[in-house]
């Protein structure tokens, strides 16, 4: 440990003193689902405000008639009051340990984590997506932008084993409800609903030839359902199958204020990517409105804030056609579920794990992140997938929560493993705690699955919004190690422009293995960053020889 981190670690125990707490009024918390608990009084006041809002008549929205209305009982409901401490402005100051900036591009935003599929080679020339297009990282010291306007939305950048092409598959999606001042409670607003059950554009995926990034073209749109909440994080490696987080129809209720209604899985053949067709579809027992005995079974059945459905879609390490027979879906607050695809269509569920001590908003389970481990790598590594939680309210207006490592050996029974620290600010920063720097705090996406290189199976990187990028050492899976992290400065935010800073900054992240290079995705451009965690970087062209994921290694690399 270096001086500066002992003093660092010193000043952050004094910072997490039983004084600081009790000044604080919860705005630190010492433990999974603490932070920003509300006092009854302020807890009266939201739930009356937001009861007050949700019941007015007239909503056309189906399932609104069945969703209960929380009436103010003292225990309050998400949004909570805010953290004493936060700040009054943006912090115009960057922080680094144990990372060095190696470029910026300001603009563009790179895709990463959400979905895992992102990057395009050939020879020596690497792009990832970003933007509406791509960001040519060829050489890392100056990326370029590439392709730009062709293809919007979130991307998924595979080769296709099947057609020998490059395809970009677009995910598209219902208009969110995310809450605003305007509207704290989001959907339960019964005017901001309608706005987005007033939404007719596309819902499904498109999907592109990229063999020319330069002049992508479209091949194929598949509708997901007009009346559903259409795509968002879908997983596909480039084999016959995709898996969908797909919303098909109008029946699958969500409780978060941030969507009308919530998503299942569909998987979907992409045998032939002009033409997709649809092979099955499944949900979690109870989500459907017609299964209302079987959802108030749960007990977060009614708490207006809970995730209630998919959002990890499904990955799948081993191909189904190559006779793969389990799936990793992360469904929010019903929790992960190890899936069953023996029967590709008719899937079912081998097992799944719901942390006990889980707390009403975000959405737990946001991403399922398998390990690859190459041989010669720690084999304690081996059968282990990250839980990713992602946080929803900004300004700690919502209970703290952590991501998981997870044990999946026996897929009937996922165990626990390890829990991810909190973050903590740098001592020079003018904030005690994350949940007062303005904007959300917590994990959101972690590293491409598919990526060039050998993975590091002992390395995790996580983008923390507001909190920037951490990076993670799993050697001991029961016990992750923060070693290096970057928190960018608060670049074109504007604390009376709520939609600039809400997200904080860092969304996205892509490591490429073979060069030692980290991609930073934020809300005001992309970083290339390095790190001595994970060795010297190599900053020129370099062919890619094989990827993390040994089985989509194509035959020409």
Known sequence: ??????????????????????????????????????????????????????????????????????????GGTVPYRAPAGLLDFLDPNEYLHN??????????????????????????????AGGSGFLDVTDPKNPVAVGQGRIPGQKIVVYSDEIDKWLVVTSHQRALTAPNPQYPRGKYHPEYAQTAWDDNGFKGIRVYDASDPENVTLLSEFSTGASGSGTHHNFYDGGRYAYLDCGFDDTLRMESSERVLSNGVMIVDMSDPTKVEEVSRWWVPGQRFDEEEEYNKYPFAGDQTSWTGNHGAMTVPKRVEDGGKVGYGGWG????????????????????????????????????????????????????????????????????????????????????????????????????????????????????????????????????????????DISDTTDPKEVAYFVPARIGEDLNDYTTWRRGTSETVFIEWDRNLIWLGTRHGTYCLSSRALGTPVLKPQRVREWSVPHVNRPTL
């Not at 660092?8 to 910072?15: G, I, K, N």
């Not at 739930?47 to 209305?69: F, K, Q, S, Y």
């Not at 929803?392 to 703290?400: M, N, S, V």
């Open 1 to 74: 440990m270096t001086d500066q981190q002992s003093r660092d670690d010193a000043t952050q125990s004094q910072r997490l003193s039983r004084r600081n707490l009790i000044r604080g009024g919860g705005a630190v918390a010492v433990g999974a689902g603490l932070a920003g608990l509300p006092s009854a009084a302020h807890a009266g006041e939201s739930a009356a405000e937001g009861a007050a809002a949700a019941t007015e008549p007239g909503v056309p929205v189906p399932g609104w008639d069945r969703v209960g209305i929380i009436e103010g009982t003292g």
């Open 99 to 128: 990372m060095e900036i190696v470029s910026f591009v300001p603009g563009i935003q790179i895709s990463g984590g959400e979905p895992l599929m992102t990057m395009w080679a050939e020879g020596s020339r690497r792009l990832i």
């Open 333 to 472: 607050r019903f929790g992960m579920y190890v899936h069953d695809l023996s029967d590709i269509r008719n899937p079912k569920v081998y097992g799944k794990f719901e942390h006990p001590l889980e707390n009403a908003g975000g959405i737990p389970y946001h991403t399922i992140y398998p390990t690859v481990v190459p041989p010669g790598a720690n084999p304690r590594l081996r059968n282990k997938v990250i839980g990713v939680y992602e946080g929803l309210e900004p300004d700690g207006r919502e209970p703290w929560h952590t991501s998981y490592v997870l044990d999946v050996k026996n897929p009937r029974n996922p165990k626990l493993d390890g829990i991810f620290p909190r973050p903590l600010p740098p001592r020079d920063a003018p904030y005690d705690d994350f949940s007062q720097s303005r904007g959300r705090f917590s994990a959101h996406n972690c590293q491409g699955w598919v990526a060039p290189g050998p993975m590091r199976p002992e390395i995790v990187a996580l983008t923390y919004f507001s909190a920037g990028l951490r990076l993670y």
